[in-house]
């Protein structure tokens, strides 16, 4: 599997930006795909989960509400829609897959098998 995220960009506070991830080869339904995000010199962090042959979808309490995860499986693509952006939302954001993962392990980086390149996302205040 292979994972391209774009979207990333330059935003004031309180303004939306959608990644998207665009996923090549094949993915089975037990599939989970991931945004994670990291700023300079801290670890790499959860931010939204879905599973891509369910409804399934997870976050991380600082984004509940702000942002949503969702998936176009004709397009193999997965979006992150973020809305009503904050500047500590400011990181590069990374989308992962992985299909070992259990819904309990989302959060977790190392259940991540594949890893696409990071998209920066800034937010001004």
């Known amino acids: 599997v292979q994972l391209q995220a774009s979207g990333g960009g330059l935003v004031q506070a309180g303004g939306s930006l959608r990644l998207s991830c665009a996923a090549s080869?094949?993915?089975?339904?037990?599939?989970?795909i991931s945004w994670f995000r990291q700023t300079p010199g801290k670890e790499r962090d959860f931010v939204a989960a879905?599973?891509?042959?369910?409804?399934?979808?997870d976050y991380t309490n600082a984004v509940k509400g702000r942002f949503t995860i969702s998936r176009d499986n004709a397009k193999n693509t997965v979006y992150l829609q973020m809305n009503s952006l904050r500047p500590e939302d400011t990181a590069v954001y990374y989308c992962?897959?992985?299909?070992?993962?259990?819904?309990?392990?989302?959060?977790?980086?190392?259940?991540?098998?594949?890893w696409g390149q990071g998209t920066l996302v800034t937010v001004s205040s």
């Open positions: 992962a897959a992985g299909s070992t993962l259990i819904r309990s392990s989302v959060a977790s980086r190392t259940a991540y098998a594949y």
């Open positions: 080869g094949h993915i089975v339904s037990n599939t989970y």
């Open positions: 879905i599973k891509w042959g369910s409804r399934g979808t």
